[in-house]
């Protein structure tokens, strides 16, 4: 009993620190995490920040440009209401002032033509007016990109003004448009390796992504359930660009973060593992060794008993022949045939038993009828058994009497030799069950496995090999189950035996 109460105490002693060293190695590699964890985090918020302030940038750029637009065509309308001006002037102060205005524009490419379109002036333009006399073609389509500005210099018809971008705002735009592409591309391809997504304002349109499998990225479940993930770490970065109008930048965390942070569990869970496979592989290694102790112990038994039994035979004969007391032979012979018995059990359990078909009502009558002879007239034994009095099971009947014999002879020791032993047989339709119930002293919840471990015993001068050999000859010869089925502290115990049919 002690050697069992130790080993329970070293395995929670083990156990405690086991724990203790997986809680002092989660602690301090937790902290190294949360250092390397809160880098990542700076890089990415840094990304962020900056990708918040290029924006803000670009938009300011973008704002920046449509002001330029308006007014060059405050300039345009300026150009044309000037010239209005000069032809309708009556002094030669008006048309100087209105002929500076008009050469003020030395950089916005502007047609004047009538109402045919014909074209009947035209600065800061490429080609020459001898050569185009009228605005056509893709001429015209380069300069309808603005709308026209209708001047009247007389009569009825009507003139238009046409304009263009200046060369200075068109290589202005070529850089805003380089500058959003460059932005776009310092989203997509950043440092700090965080995987983004850019959609448009309805947040349903990729139009760019980066750090992602783009394989999943057209499934619309993953998409949508991906942009949920992102938006419910970091709010979305709203920007608004002319190519691609509002648009929504969605990130998290880093695949880096993202790893680290789970590398701890991911760390143990193998360590883990491996103890579990080690600790399996030791105790399969132990049992088949404590098997080969067992076969050893008990063939070595047999032998040993089997020399001297057969000169207690002979000795029997000897006896008979000087004429001994019939009645001192005759329960001489009953103990020698003990003795066999006992040399059949351990040479059976020595080896590979063999099983036969047998009816264990009978079996367990005759187990009891010898154990009643041979037991206090305080304890009552009774059989239970079903209305079918013919069970067959595959039995050795030498080993499976031990196994009766042992119960019983603990719960006699359990009640002190006063009380009653009960045996109730159910018959099922693959199984059977024994259970063997007593009115002793029971046994601690705590005790339901221990009590089958070798060496255990609560008896000042027991061995504690009884419920062992009792549950070796159970579940490893017969292919059963043995076990503790119940048990109260002052009331009695269960013991239950399941054998296969």
């Known amino acids: 009993m002690n050697i069992y109460s130790k080993k329970q105490r070293w395995k929670w002693i083990l156990l405690a620190s086991a724990m203790l060293i997986v809680a002092g190695s989660l602690w301090y590699t937790s902290i ?14 840094f990304w962020a920040d900056a990708i918040q302030k290029k924006a803000s940038l670009v938009k300011y750029t973008e704002e920046f ?34 002929a500076n205005i008009i050469s003020d524009n030395d950089n916005i490419p502007v047609i004047l033509t009538d109402d045919t379109l014909r074209i009947n002036t035209a600065v800061n333009v490429d080609f020459s007016t001898d050569s185009v006399k009228v605005l056509k073609g893709k001429l015209l389509k380069e300069f309808s990109t603005f709308k026209p500005i209708i001047v009247n210099l007389g009569g009825n018809s009507k003139n238009y003004v046409f304009y263009k971008e200046s060369k200075l705002f068109t290589e202005l735009r070529k850089v805003l448009n380089e500058n959003i592409k460059s932005f776009i591309g310092e989203v997509v391809i950043n440092s700090a390796s965080v995987p983004v997504i ?33 938006e419910s770490q970091n709010k979305p970065i709203e920007v608004e660009l002319v190519s691609y109008g509002k648009s929504y930048i969605f990130y ?12 701890p569990y991911f760390q143990f ?24 102790v067992w076969v ?69 009558y005759e187990a009891i009828e010898y154990l009643k002879s041979r037991t206090s007239k305080k304890v009552d034994f009774s059989i ?29 020791d359990a009640m002190a030799g006063v009380g009653s032993i009960n045996i109730d047989i159910v018959d099922d339709i693959t199984m059977i069950y024994i259970d063997i119930s007593d009115t002793g002293k029971g046994i601690t919840k705590s005790k339901f496995k221990t009590i089958f471990n070798p060496g255990y015993t609560s008896k000042q001068r027991g061995w504690g090999l009884g419920l062992t050999l009792a549950k070796r000859i159970i579940e490893n010869y017969h292919d059963g189950k043995i076990f503790v089925k119940q048990s109260t502290l002052s009331k009695g115990t269960i013991f239950r035996i399941v054998l296969k049919k």
């Open 198 to 230: 850019i959609t448009d304002s309805t947040k349903e349109k990729v139009k760019a992504f980066a750090n992602l499998d783009s394989t999943k990225i057209t499934d619309k479940a993953y998409l949508s359930q991906t942009i949920l993930e992102m």
């Open 384 to 412: 239970n058994v079903p209305e079918t009095s013919d069970i067959i099971v595959p039995l050795n009947i030498h080993l499976f009497e031990w196994v009766i014999e042992n119960l019983c002879k603990n719960a006699v």
């Open 252 to 263: 998290h965390d880093s695949n880096l973060l993202i790893q680290l942070r789970n590398y």
């Open 296 to 364: 050893g112990m008990a063939k070595e038994t047999a032998h040993q008993l089997g020399t001297p039994l057969s000169s207690l035979y002979a000795w029997i004969e000897i006896l008979k022949l000087q004429e001994v007391d019939a009645e001192t032979i005759k329960e001489l012979g009953k103990d020698i045939k003990r003795l066999d018995v006992i040399t059949q059990r351990f040479s059976n359990i020595g080896s590979l038993p063999k099983l036969k078909e047998e009816n264990v009502v009978v079996v367990l």
């Open 32 to 45: 190294l995490v949360k250092k390397i964890s809160r880098d990542e985090r700076e890089k990415v918020q």
């Open 269 to 292: 869970g193998i360590i883990g593992l491996f103890l579990l496979v080690a600790y399996f592989l030791f105790s399969t290694a132990r049992k088949a060794e404590q098997n080969q």
């Open 65 to 98: 440009f449509e002001k330029i637009k308006i007014e060059e065509r405050k300039k345009v309308e300026l150009f044309a209401g000037a010239m209005v001006r000069m032809i309708n002037a009556e002094n030669s102060e008006d048309l100087t002032f209105y």
